[in-house]
């Protein structure tokens, strides 16, 4: 993924997924890329996770298949071979990093305080995850660290819905968001892809 095409700047929501039925993946990924969020991230939360991703990988070529809640170095290399093209974890331990990084594959680390930023930005990285976001402060949070460090960009992701996205959004430092708001539970158990592509379509406006 070159610097220009870099996830941050290819959607303004990267939809956060969790897949429990593998039957779900495809048909979910393709309302996605029909709505015009061509981006999608599989949280490694359910059994089936994996699975959800080498069926994107294999059927959905034209998205952009990831893999989040990234603890392992481990299961960092376990998604790199499922076929996930990124990789996105909640914090960034040392092993943590140097893992994702082995992959190869572009990843956003997660991070919480200007401690943590400055951590990342010491490893040669300036995307990164914030992460809770509404918890750890929100969209203040970021404008106020956006001064003091410029480079740093970010995603953030947790408890962010359709409303408070575009105050997100509108930050210098703020690339995209990443949302569960575009992939609800019972649309998914209930095979409501036109929803999906609805909320997607929404989303996919609000750069």
């Known amino acids: 993924m070159s610097e220009s095409r870099s996830l941050l700047d290819r959607v303004p929501v990267v939809p956060v997924v969790v897949v429990d039925d593998p039957a779900q993946a495809v048909p979910v990924a393709r309302a996605l890329v029909a709505g015009g969020l061509p981006v999608i991230e599989l949280t490694l ?10 069926a994107i990988a294999a059927e959905v070529p ?19 071979a499922a076929g996930a093209q990124f990789l996105v974890s909640p914090g960034a ?21 200007v401690s943590e930023v400055l951590a990342v930005l010491e490893t040669g990285r300036t995307e990164m995850k914030f992460f809770p976001a509404e918890a750890s402060g929100g969209a203040a949070f970021l404008s106020s660290v956006a001064s003091p460090v410029p480079a740093a960009r ?22 995209c968001v990443g949302g569960s708001w575009l992939t609800p539970k019972d ?19 609000l750069r």
Not at 45 to 54: C, G, K, M, Q, Y
Not at 62 to 80: D, H, M, N, S
Not at 98 to 112: E, K, N, V
Not at 155 to 175: K, Q, R, W
């Open 45 to 54: 939360r359910t059994p089936v996770a994996l699975d959800a991703i080498r």
């Open 62 to 80: 034209e998205i952009l298949v990831g893999a989040g809640t990234i603890l392992t170095p481990g299961q960092a290399e376990e998604a790199r």
């Open 93 to 113: 331990t040392p092993a943590l990093l140097a893992g994702m990084a082995d992959t190869g594959l572009p990843f956003l680390p997660g991070t919480a305080t």
């Open 154 to 175: 970010f995603c953030p992701t947790g408890g962010i819905t359709a409303a408070s996205a575009p105050a997100y959004l509108s930050l210098p430092n703020v690339g």
């Open 187 to 205: 649309a998914l158990a209930a095979g409501d892809w036109a929803r999906v592509e609805r909320l997607a379509r929404e989303a996919a406006a």
